[in-house]
């Protein structure tokens, strides 16, 4: 009974994905499955018609209707109504039910333009994986498109998709895949360091966040550190920095810099507000100046206003 069912499910499949199958299938069974069926040999015929479907069974020697079975699906669900018939074409027995249509498992052979195999691949329904190469894809399709995604390794692969892909291309796993094995991470070039990807590129003039952290890779594949890029900061491991003070600047938690926000700092023993150079500004009620370089004065006057050694203007 089982067989029989998949064996129905898979044609109402292919009449779901357009391929093209014939008006009548038959379907044989097994002795044991005729007996759950109340008959002891039979074969079955599917008739499609305008997208519904109609199971008629029939005593293989005699050739007596025995069963009628009529469904439809919508959703991804088939629905049925089965009808059984004695000896006198009576009907006996009625059931209905429905059930899930599963999506196909399709594995092939990956080749390249010789048609040499260069590894495998499995897709169920919209989802799937590759090896190819020795690298190891997951895919994904979206309006008709298939993309496909880096995986670290061939462990990454999950079943069924793992059986079916050693099933058809063995080499796989334990054996190495063909080409290179390439494994995303860091290389350390010298004092400085690059990112592999799992494609076996660099990454080049782009951010990539990696266990976390966000980075910044320069156009020759060098990590960023020590600098600003753009409004964030990136510190001396090469992360950006994020919810803290960068000398005068602030950094949100997004890590970008907030303008409005200014503090008090030491630069050579002498103190800094924010970004200020040239001008007076008014700080906690008091006033302040702060010349050409940022620093704030002391113990002089400018414009004809009086500094005390703190820096505040005496009024």
Known sequence: MKRFLAGILVLIMLCMAGITA??????????????????????????????????????????????????????????????????????????????????????????????????????????????????????????????QYPCESFDSVPEPYRTAMLNVYPYIDPYPPIGPVVKAGWEQVGKQWKYKMADGTYARERWLQVDGKWYYFESNGIMKANAWQGDYYLTGDGSMAVSTWIGPYYVDASGKWVPEMSRWYQENGRWKYGTLKSCWKQIDGKWYYFDANGYMVTNTTIDGYRIGPDGVWIP
């Open 22 to 147: 014939s008006s009548e299938v038959i379907i044989p069974m097994t002795w044991e499955e005729a007996q759950s069926m109340y008959v002891t040999s039979s074969d079955h015929v599917l008739y499609i018609q305008e997208g519904r479907f109609i199971i008629k069974a029939v005593y293989a020697d005699t050739g007596r209707l025995y069963m009628v079975e009529r469904g439809t699906t919508m959703d991804g669900i088939y629905s049925y109504t089965r009808s059984f018939y004695d000896e006198a074409g009576n009907v006996v027995e009625t059931t209905s039910g429905s059930e899930e249509i599963q999506p196909l498992m399709q594995t092939t052979l990956v080749r390249d333009y010789s048609g040499s195999v260069i590894g495998v691949r499995c897709t169920i329904g919209t989802e799937g994986y590759m090896v190819a190469y020795g690298m190891v894809f997951r895919l994904v399709n979206y309006n008709d498109t298939w993309y």
